[in-house]
């Protein structure tokens, strides 16, 4: 239980909101391939849109939380969230489909993991790692609620129904929890903290440090890994011969694998640093890619990539706001970290429609060991800019 009530409401918010914006796409894919009549490159170019829009929008949303503005930033999103997954619900033509998640991408960057990360770190600093992992431990669950569910009432009540259950689930419930929550960090944490003119003067300096560059782009890498594998999972298990029911409880099982990574991070590190487990996360994507890349000859293989998927990304989540400021340091961390988020979630973003791209040319038998490739290039670019921050700290 977790003992911190303002942490347990922004989990729960978190959440319900990973489950209703962001994970509802990849459930839904082939739901609506089928009964919309769009291919798979028009459908996965809409989510490429929301997460792109989402990064542009991410560096206004941390001036927000360094303004102060972060509860109202995070609640808001989430009740306009939920008014576009109504809309989402009434689509009839691909045109509609793309501006309300353009829309919904707006929403993102202000209520998803990027915000609330940087609106612990904001107030708590160096203390911000433990409610960061209590927030994840618990929204880690959020694709275990988000396929079984929307797979079931799909079944009885069509698509459009089980967008709209989720919607409401996420105006009602996610809003209330967003506010207190946020509101309840925001206010501990801007007591007795003003701004200096040192951090007004060098609040940009930071896009001028190659340092910056390099971290960016090593985890925007991992996202573009991320994205693929997570917008694509079920198309890629049809691919490789996996039974539907088999491909949903597999889906389902990668939000606990999240938690179970965690856990093993809080559990490890007395004996492991925070740069030892990013190495591990882009370590652990790769060969969780290449085990889904023979799941086709040794199906078993599948409870390998749930597991070592699952926990990677899930550490990912709890490492990037770490490692950002111990790299790039602790003032104006809400512009510093909303510009890696532009960066990240743009790897997210391209993820999708180029998954698409790449499978119309080679098949999954291509992307899959683009994706191992693509792992390894991000761990080289991650280890330099550890290397160049140990000889210049920040």
């Given at each position: 239980?977790?003992?911190?009530?303002?942490?347990?409401?922004?989990?729960?918010?978190?959440?319900?909101?990973?489950?209703?914006?962001?994970?509802?796409?990849?459930?839904?894919?082939?739901?609506?391939?089928?009964?919309?009549?769009?291919?798979?490159?028009?459908?996965?170019?809409?989510?490429?849109?929301?997460?792109?829009?989402?990064?542009?929008?991410?560096?206004?949303?941390?001036?927000?939380?360094?303004?102060?503005?972060?509860?109202?930033?995070?609640?808001?999103?989430?009740?306009?969230?939920?008014?576009?997954?109504?809309?989402?619900?009434?689509?009839?033509?691909?045109?509609?489909?793309?501006?309300?998640?353009?829309?919904?991408?707006?929403?993102?960057?202000?209520?998803?993991?990027?915000?609330?990360?940087?609106?612990?770190?904001?107030?708590?600093?160096?203390?911000?790692?433990?409610?960061?992992?209590?927030?994840?431990?618990?929204?880690?669950?959020?694709?275990?609620?988000?396929?079984?569910?929307?797979?079931?009432?799909?079944?009885?009540?069509?698509?459009?129904?089980?967008?709209?259950?989720?919607?409401?689930?996420?105006?009602?419930?996610?809003?209330?929890?967003?506010?207190?929550?946020?509101?309840?960090?925001?206010?501990?944490?801007?007591?007795?903290?003003?701004?200096?003119?040192?951090?007004?003067?060098?609040?940009?300096?930071?896009?001028?440090?190659?340092?910056?560059?390099?971290?960016?782009?090593?985890?925007?890498?991992?996202?573009?890994?991320?994205?693929?594998?997570?917008?694509?999972?079920?198309?890629?298990?049809?691919?490789?011969?996996?039974?539907?029911?088999?491909?949903?409880?597999?889906?389902?099982?990668?939000?606990?694998?999240?938690?179970?990574?965690?856990?093993?991070?809080?559990?490890?590190?007395?004996?492991v640093t925070t740069?030892?487990?990013?190495?591990?996360?882009?370590?652990?994507?790769?060969?969780?890619?290449?085990?889904?890349?023979?799941?086709?000859?040794?199906?078993?293989?599948?409870?390998?990539?749930?597991?070592?998927?699952?926990?990677?990304?899930?550490?990912?989540?709890?490492?990037?706001?770490?490692?950002?400021?111990?790299?790039?340091?602790?003032?104006?961390?809400?512009?510093?970290?909303?510009?890696?988020?532009?960066?990240?979630?743009?790897?997210?973003?391209?993820?999708?429609?180029?998954?698409?791209?790449?499978?119309?040319?080679?098949?999954?038998?291509?992307?899959?060991?683009?994706?191992?490739?693509?792992?390894?290039?991000?761990?080289?670019?991650?280890?330099a800019a550890h290397?160049?921050t140990s000889q210049?700290?920040?």
């Amino acid at each position: 239980m977790i003992r911190d009530r303002a942490i347990f409401f922004l989990a729960m918010g978190q959440t319900l909101v990973w489950a209703g914006l962001y994970y509802l796409f990849p459930a839904l894919l082939l739901r609506w391939e089928e009964s919309l009549g769009w291919s798979k490159a028009d459908l996965t170019a809409a989510i490429t849109l929301a997460i792109f829009v989402s990064a542009l929008v991410a560096p206004l949303a941390g001036r927000l939380i360094d303004a102060g503005k972060g509860a109202l930033l995070m609640a808001g999103s989430s009740l306009l969230g939920g008014f576009c997954l109504i809309a989402l619900s009434l689509v009839t033509e691909l045109r509609e489909f793309y501006l309300v998640w353009g829309l919904i991408g707006v929403m993102m960057a202000g209520c998803l993991y990027e915000p609330c990360f940087a609106l612990i770190t904001h107030a708590r600093g160096a203390n911000a790692k433990q409610g960061i992992i209590l927030v994840t431990l618990v929204a880690g669950f959020a694709s275990t609620i988000s396929f079984p569910s929307v797979h079931a009432l799909t079944e009885a009540f069509g698509w459009n129904l089980a967008v709209q259950v989720f919607a409401a689930v996420i105006i009602f419930i996610a809003t209330p929890l967003m506010w207190l929550g946020a509101k309840s960090i925001e206010q501990a944490g801007n007591a007795g903290r003003s701004q200096t003119a040192v951090e007004v003067v060098h609040r940009q300096a930071f896009l001028k440090r190659p340092v910056f560059w390099l971290l960016a782009l090593g985890f925007a890498l991992a996202a573009m890994v991320q994205g693929v594998t997570i917008h694509h999972l079920f198309p890629i298990l049809d691919d490789r011969g996996i039974p539907d029911d088999v491909a949903v409880i597999a889906a389902s099982f990668i939000g606990p694998m999240q938690v179970a990574g965690r856990l093993a991070m809080m559990a490890a590190e007395r004996h492991v640093t925070t740069h030892e487990i990013a190495i591990s996360c882009f370590v652990v994507a790769g060969i969780s890619i290449l085990l889904l890349f023979n799941t086709t000859s040794t199906p078993t293989l599948l409870i390998g990539f749930v597991i070592l998927f699952g926990a990677g990304h899930g550490m990912v989540s709890i490492v990037r706001p770490l490692i950002a400021r111990d790299i790039l340091g602790g003032n104006n961390f809400g512009a510093k970290f909303g510009a890696m988020a532009l960066l990240y979630l743009v790897g997210g973003a391209s993820a999708p429609y180029l998954g698409s791209l790449i499978w119309g040319l080679g098949g999954y038998d291509l992307v899959l060991p683009l994706l191992i490739g693509l792992s390894f290039v991000g761990l080289c670019l991650y280890l330099a800019a550890h290397r160049l921050t140990s000889q210049q700290p920040a």
